[in-house]
Nanobody, 120 residues
Framework: QVQLVESGGGLVQPGGSLRLSCAAS????????MGWYRQAPGKERELVAA???????NYAGSVKGRFTISRDNAKNTVYLQMNSLKPEDTAVYYC??????????????WGQGTQVTLSS
């Protein structure tokens, strides 16, 4: 059983900052790519940022330069530092992890989601 537990969402004013965390727990060999997705009301879930185990990152164009993804492999945790937040960043943010098991099979797992709301 693998669980991803997110934290750090909340209500923030435009221009503010938030830091999301997602910790993976359970019995597995390791984790490859970890990422953050978001889904706004009436819209499809979209990739925000992703990071490989070696630290290569990928960002959506709309957040590049404002958001920073990082991870701590020893803690199986991924972070998303969000700065200069805009109203259009309002969404439920989901953590994703590509988990590797001892039989070398890989499966995607998702967190429960954390709400980020921009409001003045």
């Amino acid at each position: 059983q693998v669980q991803l537990v997110e934290s750090g969402g909340g209500l923030v004013q435009p221009g503010g900052s938030l830091r999301l965390s997602c910790a993976a727990s359970g019995s597995f060999f390791g984790i490859n790519t970890m990422g953050w997705y978001r889904q706004a009301p009436g819209k499809e879930r979209e990739l925000v940022a992703a990071i490989t185990r070696s630290g290569t990152t990928n960002y959506a164009g709309s957040v590049k330069g404002r958001f920073t993804i990082s991870r701590d492999n020893a803690k199986n945790t991924v972070y998303l530092q969000m700065n200069s937040l805009k109203p259009e960043d309002t969404a439920v943010y989901y953590c994703n992890a590509r988990v590797v098991f001892t039989n070398y099979r890989e499966y995607d797992y998702w967190g429960q989601g954390t709400q980020v709301t921009l409001s003045s």
